[in-house]
T-cell receptor, first 115, second 110 residues
Framework: GAGVSQSPSNKVTEKGKDVELRCDPI?????LYWYRQSLGQGLEFLIY????????KSGLPSDRFSAERTGGSVSTLTIQRTQQEDSAVYLC?????????????FGSGTQLSVL | RKEVEQDPGPFNVPEGATVAFNCTYS??????FFWYRQDCRKEPKLLMS???SGNEDGRFTAQLNRASQYISLLIRDSKLSDSATYLC???????????FGRGTSLIVHP
């Protein structure tokens, strides 16, 4: 079956521009996560969506970052006025469970490069 | 202290060797534990869950030590294809957000 789909796979942008990253989770998965991973670093949690509940935004590094999830399915992560330190791989994951025993299925990520 | 800590390695072992990684966690309220595998330039993929009683999947064995707050992953008869970064993942009770360690790099050579 179809896995988590992310687009674009690569994005090169200039400092100060806005970017939108898209995630299409596995059908039926209620939980959706955004993480980012800088070169040689671990995964940094950004935001979590669960069904129609208010998202957990506690990991967003600044107010330049925002995300939405429409209709409980597709999610868009927006970064405004990009900075060079925003360069990273942005990973989306979905999970079928509503409990705390989360098993995450990741997309292949968007490599963001800010020049 | 980081919530989840791993030795970054790399662990460089010959084919056929047995290798073990540990991962320590700081929050005693942690209740769910996993090992993920991440190949170079790829996304993480679930390798196995870690249960209190320990669990085994083929050449892979995972164990949990709650008293000392660590989990372990043992790989027997290493294959070249086992070369990857192994991520330790922990979820706290009442939290839906798994915390990832920075990973341990394994290189299996001929």
């Amino acid at each position: 079956g179809a896995g988590v789909s992310q687009s674009p796979s690569n994005k090169v942008t200039e400092k100060g521009k806005d970017v939108e990253l898209r995630c299409d989770p596995i059908s039926g998965h209620t939980a959706l996560y955004w993480y980012r991973q800088s070169l040689g670093q671990g995964l940094e949690f950004l935001i979590y969506f669960q069904g129609n509940s208010a998202p957990d935004k506690s990991g967003l590094p600044s107010d330049r970052f925002s995300a939405e999830r429409t209709g409980g399915s597709v999610s868009t992560l927006t970064i405004q006025r990009t900075q060079q330190e925003d360069s990273a791989v942005y990973l989306c994951a979905s999970s079928p469970t509503t409990g705390t025993n989360e098993k995450l299925f990741f997309g292949s990520g968007t490599q963001l490069s800010v020049l | 202290r980081k919530e989840v800590e791993q030795d970054p390695g790399p662990f460089n072992v010959p084919e056929g060797a047995t290798v073990a990684f540990n991962c320590t966690y700081s929050n005693s309220a942690s209740q769910s534990f996993f090992w993920y595998r991440q190949d170079c330039r790829k996304e993480p993929k679930l390798l196995m869950s870690v249960y209190s009683s320990g669990n085994e999947d083929g050449r892979f064995t995972a164990q949990l030590n709650r008293a000392s707050q660590y989990i372990s992953l043992l790989i027997r008869d290493s294959k070249l294809s086992d070369s990857a970064t192994y991520l330790c993942v922990v979820s706290r009770r009442g939290s839906y957000i798994p915390t990832f360690g920075r990973g341990t790099s394994l290189i299996v050579h001929p």
